[in-house]
Nanobody, 116 residues
């Protein structure tokens, strides 16, 4: 059974930083591409950052230069380092595992709230 457990969300002031973690189990983590998404009520889920099994990364334009995605295959964990946070970064953040036809497995989400 695949499980993705996010942690690290919380309340932070604008300009501050947070580090999200996503611990995966039930998959061969090192061969899977991983992603971080965010969603607020009434909006579509947005891809924030992704990292391939080989370590290549890509980011949404809105977070480039501020967020960094990384992975630790020994710990089956993917991270999202978020700096210079803005009020508009407030959302529920989800990690996901890529499948052959899209994003296949999802975590339960962690709330990030940035106060201005």
């Amino acid at each position: 059974q695949v499980q993705l457990v996010e942690s690290g969300g919380g309340l932070v002031q604008a300009g501050g930083s947070l580090r999200l973690s996503c611990a995966a189990s039930g998959i061969l983590f090192r061969i899977n591409d991983m992603g971080w998404f965010r969603q607020s009520p009434g909006n579509q889920r947005e891809l924030v950052a992704a990292i391939t099994s080989g370590g290549s990364t890509n980011y949404a334009d809105s977070v480039k230069g501020r967020f960094t995605v990384s992975r630790d295959n020994a710990k089956n964990t993917v991270y999202l380092e978020m700096n210079s946070l803005k009020a508009e970064d407030t959302d529920v953040y989800y990690c996901a595992v890529a499948g052959r036809a899209g994003w296949r497995y999802w975590g339960q989400g962690t709330q990030v709230t940035v106060s201005s």
